[in-house]
């Protein structure tokens, strides 16, 4: 298609009669690019978080390179830019508090910039809700490419994978099973090239949820990080944006209600993270297109577990891609998918997966012959989270999602961090562990605390897993009983904060239900004597979040950000 420069958003930035026009260009060929190399061609942003605080995302760079080679070779100007990059295994409290911050960094850097395209480079955890949800505001061509999963951990012949396998490993070591000079060398197995987690964390899930929202290249989300092919990927990134700025192909015409159900379909599937139901509702709440929770509940009874990798698996990342990838999985689920909807590629999701092969269905299982008749994350409701709650069903153990029992109560995470491995814990295998004060304002940011390690007193007896709840967030990578995201939080006046050590909660998975077993009144009289906590910040970014943050059940997004 001839692009006509003139329409280009780039176009006034450089042409025109203005002072500014002429030092802007001077500016370009300050890079030492010529004059006929970027001279009304289209300019490509590359919005590259990459950053060596952040293992997962530290070859962006790299990738970075191949989408230039595919952007000069299509006939565009690429220009590289940095956002802040958020690594998971570092910061402090949690990335979380800082992923409207980096949503907010990717919109306004687009927005303010000569950009008429974007490629926008993630990887870990946050790094792609927040360049979805910026570039959903930003709306101008925009195509997501995630760095890919690193290869599998492999220690002594035995296939381990971050986060999943790491938390077994490091629960033996609580227990005296394995020791500091294994652990080490583990240490060095674990993680064996750059890239985001190769288990279905939240990494892997957002990587598989951009690329069935259509805002990735199909196929492109589970290629390993060192394979060739990433880079190769990256090229064609390059070269396919010059054509979507031609088509003025923009995510206002990707991201539809029916781009948004076969993400939760896909997500439903593949055993995703429960981080993705947060993520999704604020990436949708950036467009007119508003999910509610029950959405999620709806598409997850309605769709079949297929795939069979960690943590509520067996296998990882890299066989996963192996086995085919999201075009295979997508092809499997077709009688539940929005045929029509529009992908980056300009094609639809139907044409895109419709030939799909599938390598290996042990690892991708026929939509006929499931793991599980329905879908991995299921939202509770009850009067202990009057606005929801969500658990990980496929990561669970069958025996406790129909379970009654007494709670045991810690008031804060720091109290359950001191505390859990105490020999005197008065719990037993039916004793239902509650933690307060970890929602979005509570923590501040909600951090992924939710999965509350096993306490050594049950491990010795081996009680292998108990029921959890708080309204914490917890890692993709993690595996129990886990009630997470439990709204409105206990630090605002969430039925939760109330719960006291000896109440009993009933679990129902099969119900969707969460009940404390108090009657209304005393709920409300409890409620009535708590005191209002001091918020955690009164200045700076700090402040921002805590005064605009919305719950989680709304996404966790700034008020000030959604779509009107
Ligand atoms: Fe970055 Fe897991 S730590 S994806």
Redesign the pocket.
Known sequence: MALDPTTLRSYSWFNGKEYYNFSRRANVRALGISREAFHGKPVIGICNSFSEL????AHLRQVAEAVKRGVWAAGGCPMEFPVISL???YMKPTTMLFRNLMAMDVEECIRANPLDGVVLLS???KTTPAMLMGAASADIPAMILTGG?TLSGNYQGKVIG??TDGRKIFDLYRMGKVSPEELQEIEGCMVRSF???TVM????TMAIVAEALGMSIPGSAAVPAPDSRRLAMAEMCGRRMVEMVAEDLRPSKILTRQAFENAITVDMAVGGSTNAVVHLLAVAGRTPHKLVLDDFDTISRRTPFLVNVRPSGQHMMEDFFYAGGVPAVMRELLPLLHCDALTVNGKSVGDNVGGADCFNHDVIRKFEAPIFAEGGTVVLRGNLCPDGAVLKQTAASPELCEHTGPAYVFENYQQMHDTIDSMDLPIDKDTVLVMKGCGPKGAPGMPEWGHIPMPKVLMERGVTDCVRISDARM???SFGTVVLHVSPESHIGGPLAVVETGDLVTLSVAERKLHLHLSDEEITRRLSTLQPAKPHYTRGYGKLFLDHVTQAHLGCDFDFLQAE
């Open positions: 952040n293992n997962c995302n690594g998971e295994q990887g870990c955890d999963p971050q986060g890239g985001h987690c964390g939240t990494a892997s890692s993709g990578t």
